[in-house]
């Protein structure tokens, strides 16, 4: 069932107080097998969304933190 309009506005209104933003990207099958090569997503994973959104959140923060960024931002 699809959520309702009011749902869909306080998630968004959630999102923001929270900081956060919603993306959606398509990734190709290779994406996929390159996160799972790369140890960011365990191979059983690979059909799953929400597993694949937290391997990428995860390898951006490392990334974002390795570089320093997040340390310049105070995140």
Do not use: C, K, N, Y
């Amino acid at each position: 069932m699809p959520a309702s309009a009011a749902d869909r506005q306080r998630r968004r209104r959630e999102r923001i107080r929270h900081g956060r933003t919603l993306v959606r990207v398509e990734l190709s099958f290779d994406d996929v097998e390159s996160l799972i090569e790369g140890g960011h997503l365990p191979a059983w994973d690979e059909a799953d969304p929400d597993a694949i959104a937290v391997a990428i959140l995860l390898l951006i923060r490392r990334t974002v933190t390795r570089d320093g960024v997040a340390a310049r931002r105070g995140v």
